[in-house]
Structure formats: C-alpha cells, structure tokens
C-alpha cells in the first residue's frame, strides 16, 4: 500500500472503532426509546440538582434524547434546548473527524481551533445560570 492510499483510506482500527461507536450508540439509542426516562428507575440520577435544587446544563438530556428517538422535536426542545441545538454540530464534527482526509489542512483557523472548548464551556455556564433564574423570560430553558 502506497502512502497515498494510507492516508486517503481507513485503517483497520479506525474501521472497528466507528464500528464499535455505531453500536454502543445504536444500543444506547434502543434503551433510549424504549425506556422513558421520566418514568423508568435505571437511569441515574442528577447528584446537582438533588444537592442544590438547581437544573445544571445536562439536566433533561435523557428525556430530550429519549424524546428525539421519538421523533419529538419540540419536546426534546423543551427538555434540554442547549442539547438539541448542540447534537447538530456535535454531529458534524464527529463526520468530519472520522472522515476528512489526513492530507488536507483543516477549515478553521487555529484561533477558533483553540478557542472553540472556551466557548463551548462558555455557553455551558451560561445556559447554566440563565435556567435558574427566578424570571419569566428564561423559564422555557427548564426542563
């Protein structure tokens, strides 16, 4: 195999590892649907928000993805949007990871490169905070 073919094609490895994510999420997915997350005893519990009263930024995410493998868009929505908004890009950067090409430079530019964990984190925080508070304004972001 020549080099060029090494680079453009997927190694053994990284063929078993997309295949083995396929199927943890695909298994995740079915659990997902079948039991709701609201109702069933085997999912944990979120040790913040039984500790402070308050929704962290990954409260309702179980019952947002349990609502999308329903096909309820707007429920999902309302259980955790931070979530819905975020499964689209988080998406695309896993296509992108698996499957651009070894050769070619990427898109972004390295300031955005470095900076993109820092927003992520950033708009975490924030959602965070907004969730909680006591106004009419941000109480759609509850769950």
Not at 61 to 89: I, Q
């Amino acid at each position: 195999m020549s080099s060029t073919e090494k680079t453009t094609s997927l190694s053994k490895t990284a063929v078993w590892t997309i295949a083995l994510s396929l199927a943890l999420t695909g298994g995740a997915a079915l659990i997902l649907f079948v039991f709701d997350p609201s109702r069933s005893p085997i999912y944990p519990v979120c040790h913040f928000h039984r500790l402070t009263g308050w929704h962290c930024p990954g409260c309702g995410s179980l019952r947002a993805l349990h609502h999308l493998t329903h096909g309820e868009l707007m429920a999902a929505f309302r259980s955790n949007p931070l979530l819905v908004t975020a499964l689209p890009v988080l998406a695309w950067l896993a296509w992108r990871s698996v499957f651009r090409k070894r050769n070619r430079p990427t898109p972004l530019p390295n300031f955005l490169k470095s900076a993109a964990p820092w927003i992520a984190l950033g708009a975490m925080v924030l959602f965070g905070i907004l969730r909680n508070l006591p106004h009419p304004a941000f109480s759609w972001m509850s769950p």
